[in-house]
């Protein structure tokens, strides 16, 4: 469905892109990964034809954007950057004038997606009294009034409470489900693409460091916060599980072991333990893991 070809960019002769490439399948949600300046925002860009590539290619359904712009983005449906509104109209009118600049309104399906992203209560109130979380949930209806094919989102969580992530999630999950949707979404947040995603492309600096199955970035052993009266002791029951310890203090327990028969052991063998909780895996690890093995696979 989407197609990125040897993407280059520079900005005043700073490379922000070198040499991306990455394929998207129909029907995948997919996930570019990075920090702030990876180049996440940059590539969508080169998507959308609002940033022009140094070279290379960009291909929606066999349709080149470079070279046909107006008809390869016919597919697609995007939030890019922050969404911009005219805050002193009703949402309703903002779809209306927005959605009326690009092509025809079609007022039953706007209702209908309307419901669909729970606006219906406040579609007719102006948009300067939405919170933050209605804004996107707006600008999401804008997104999807074409009927596209392809979804591209640029850190649509970006400033949502917990909820508000859960409720972005379920719904793009669904779309998929429901229709068949392909979506490409920008994140910082490992946990959440690792919550959503088929498949994942993961930038630094302007390169793509890793591209696979998000599957593939499951750990083996997964690691918890621990804190105990007596981790020599501590060490030997997690070892029993076929486990580790680093700096005695983080547990690695392989991801089939219930940790409640950890702490179990540890009660019945009198050891005091004040802290035992997940630890999430950061992007800074996840960067360091890649590293290590590129540099394991170069000394082979």
């Not at 390869?72 to 922050?82: C, P």
């Not at 959440?192 to 498949?199: A, I, P």
């Not at 997690?238 to 580790?244: A, K």
């Not at 219930?258 to 333990?273: G, H, T």
Request: charged share 25%; net charge negative.
């Amino acid at each position: 469905m989407l197609e990125i070809r040897n993407l280059k960019k520079s900005f005043n002769g700073r490379a922000a892109l070198k040499d991306v490439s990455f394929t998207v399948e129909r029907g995948q949600i997919y996930g570019l990964l990075g920090h702030n300046g990876a180049g996440k925002s940059t590539t969508l860009g080169i998507i959308l034809g609002m940033v022009a590539a140094g070279s290379g290619e960009v291909l929606i359904d066999g349709v080149s954007v470079q070279q046909q712009r107006s008809k390869a983005l016919r597919k697609v449906g995007a939030i890019f950057e922050a969404p911009s509104f005219y805050d002193y109209l009703s949402g309703w009118n903002n779809l209306k004038i927005l959605v009326g600049y690009s092509g025809k309104f079609d007022e039953k399906l706007a209702r209908e997606v309307v419901d669909k992203v729970g606006l219906t209560e406040r579609i007719d109130s102006k948009v300067r009294t939405y919170s933050h979380g209605m804004r996107q949930r707006l600008a999401l209806a804008q997104a999807l009034l074409p009927e596209p094919e392809i979804l591209l989102l640029d850190e649509p969580t970006d400033g949502l409470d917990p909820e508000g992530i859960k409720w972005f999630r379920d719904f793009i999950l669904d779309l998929r489900e429901q229709r068949g949707m392909t979506v490409l979404f920008n994140s910082h947040l490992l946990a959440e693409v690792e919550q959503m995603c088929d498949r994942i492309a993961i930038l630094q600096g302007g390169q793509r460091v890793f591209e696979g199955p998000i599957k593939g970035l499951e750990e083996d052993l997964l690691r918890y916060e621990l804190e105990v009266d007596n981790p020599e002791k501590a060490l030997e029951i997690i070892q029993r599980y076929q486990g580790t310890m680093e700096n005695w203090t983080i547990a690695h327990i392989p991801r089939q072991v219930d940790p409640a028969l950890v702490i179990r052991d540890f009660v019945n063998a009198n050891i005091m333990v004040r802290a035992f909780m997940p630890k999430q895996r950061s992007l800074e690890d996840l960067y360091m893991e890649i590293k290590a093995e590129h540099h394991q696979t170069k000394n082979l």
